[in-house]
């Protein structure tokens, strides 16, 4: 276990963060250690079709589940790219159970008619998923929501939906969702709030590989709204913006607010980055991300990197 400074890319991951606890580690924690007088959840993104029957077996979505099961949390959460949906939800089924909460959001690869009417269906009326407490605005009632546990606000926004259509070209924080992320966020009570999205509000490289992807296709396309989007979070102290998209991982504080891309959960499908899940734990005064990264072979996650997400 070594304190962040080891390394002239880990000295500037978190430029301007002075309050974050970093851990780098080989090793995962405890199995099954679920944290006192508090929760963890789960986050994973763009596993695509490598949850399929073809890619069930060790090395792909299959063993990042494993290992999730294996520290403990109480509900997985994936910013999107998840097509086809219906084998995410399987191996999720497989490896937990058929009562685990999975809470999908929509990603630029879920615009196939069968994977949104899924999506839609898993959620349907806007309020089928578990402690739901806002559905989406309408035309996109059943592919936003907002849900609480215990002391977190969860905020699953659709980056897609334009006020018309829940599934529009390009990625941006239209004044439909900008206004209802506003109203959800004023009306929230919990000290902690994350907001889910797809595509990052700023791409940034690859964490260990240094790889970057989506540099200028991601919310950065449209400045304007993605800084008013970001300013709305700071002003509301949201603990954290956690996306998908990339299938880069990184951590940076901005502004106020931090961003954890999440990477990409499929395994060996994708050996150029390193198959990554992130693990957050939420206590009474603090929360804290863990980021897991697999080997070469899409199994062994370990501990990566750690942080401290604070409330100030």
Excluded at 45 to 53: H, I, K, S
Excluded at 65 to 91: A, Y
Excluded at 228 to 234: D, G, I, P, S, T
Aim: hydrophobic letters at 40%; proline letters at 5%; one cysteine or more.
């Amino acid at each position: 276990m070594v304190l962040i400074g080891k390394s002239r890319r880990s000295q500037t991951l978190f430029l301007g963060s002075v309050i974050a606890i970093l851990v780098f580690s080989t090793s995962a924690r405890p199995s099954g250690q679920a944290p006192e007088n508090g929760f963890a959840f789960f986050v994973a993104a763009d596993v695509r079709e490598y949850a399929g029957a073809k890619y069930r077996g060790p090395g792909y979505f299959l063993s990042a589940c494993e290992t999730m099961k294996r520290l403990g949390g109480e509900f997985l959460v994936s910013p999107g790219d998840i097509d086809p949906p219906q084998p995410v939800r399987d191996v999720i089924t497989q490896v937990f159970g058929a009562q685990f909460p999975w809470y999908p959001g929509v990603g630029n690869h879920d615009f196939g008619k069968a994977d949104l009417a899924w999506i839609r269906r898993y959620n349907q009326g806007g309020a089928s998923l578990p402690s739901i407490v806002r559905m989406g605005p309408p035309g996109a009632e059943e592919t936003m929501y907002a849900f609480d546990h215990e002391n977190a606000h969860f905020v699953v926004i659709n980056e897609y939906f334009n006020g018309k259509s829940d599934h529009a070209s390009g990625g941006d924080i239209s004044d439909a969702v900008f206004f209802w992320l506003n109203e959800d966020l004023a009306a929230n009570l919990k000290p902690f709030v994350f907001v889910f999205g797809h595509e990052p509000a700023y791409p940034l490289p690859d964490m260990d590989t240094g790889k970057e992807r989506h540099e200028e296709t991601s919310l950065n396309r449209n400045a304007k709204h993605r800084d008013r989007m970001w300013k709305l979070l700071a002003q509301y102290k949201a603990t954290a913006f956690i996306c998908g998209h990339t299938h880069t991982a990184s951590a940076k504080k901005i502004d106020g607010v931090w961003q954890l891309d999440t990477g990409h959960a499929r395994g060996k499908g994708d050996s150029s980055i390193p198959s990554t899940f992130l693990r957050v734990v939420v206590m009474n005064e603090e929360a804290r991300f863990e980021i897991y990264r697999s080997n070469g072979k899409g199994v062994d996650y370990r501990l990566r990197l750690s942080g401290l997400l604070t409330k100030d």
